[in-house]
Every structure is written in C-alpha cells, then in structure tokens.
C-alpha cells in the first residue's frame, strides 16, 4: 500500500492557474505509473491525466488537453499537476492515483485524500 498527499489545491479565479502536488511514501515510486482524477458532488470521478513510470509518456483527458501538463520527479516521490487557464467546470477534487500499468490503469489503485480546486468566474 502506497500513500499518497496531495496538495497545492485552493481558490482562483477563472483563467488563473495552479499547480498540484501528490507526494508519495513508497520507496519505489518509480516503479508505478501515476495519473490525475477529479470529482464533483453527485458526480463519478473522471480521470483528468496520466504520466509513465519515466515521465516521458503522458496523455489527457480532451477537456484538459492543452492547458493541463502533469509531470513527476522520481527523486522526490512526487507527481504534479500543473492547470493553466483555469475554468469554472474545473472546479472539483483533485485526486492522485498509482497504477501498476500504462498506459491503460490498473484496476487495483492507491488513492490520496483529494485536495479542492475552486474556480470562480
């Protein structure tokens, strides 16, 4: 089991930008694929980004692709998720998860405890 913290979550206004952080307590974090969910109340969480265990394969979801980036350092244990251009449907919790396999995700997961994203307009 893997522990995962994220952060870097908060309030800002539409076009504006954030940068989130998930920091893991693994020693082999390298050895997982790592990816970005979000979720709204009444709402399933829908994925947002996933990166490869190198961090030179990442794709995206298409209402993000463009204005989201995600990256990692392994050295740090710490995948990121950096928003530009911020809009008011962005707006949720932010969630990181490991993933044994990419770039399709395992079905078995280690998730954080969310950080929220406020977007106002």
């Known amino acids: 089991q893997v522990t995962l913290v994220e952060s870097g979550g908060g309030l800002v206004q539409a076009g504006g930008s954030l940068r989130l952080s998930c920091a893991a307590s693994?020693?082999?974090?390298?050895?997982?694929?790592m990816a970005w969910f979000r979720q709204t109340p009444g709402k399933e969480r829908e994925f947002v980004a996933a990166?490869?265990?190198?961090?030179?394969?990442?794709y995206y979801a298409d209402s993000v692709k463009g204005r989201f980036t995600i990256s990692r350092d392994n050295a740090k244990n710490t995948v990121y998720l950096q928003m530009n251009n911020l809009k008011p449907e962005d707006t949720a919790v932010y969630y990181c998860?490991?993933?044994?396999?990419?770039?399709?995700?395992?079905?078995?997961?280690?998730w954080g405890q969310g950080t929220q994203v406020t977007v106002s307009s």
């Open positions: 990166i490869g265990w190198t961090g030179t394969s990442t």
């Open positions: 998860r490991t993933s044994g396999t990419f770039p399709q995700l395992s079905t078995f997961a280690s």
């Open positions: 693994v020693s082999t974090f390298s050895s997982y694929a």
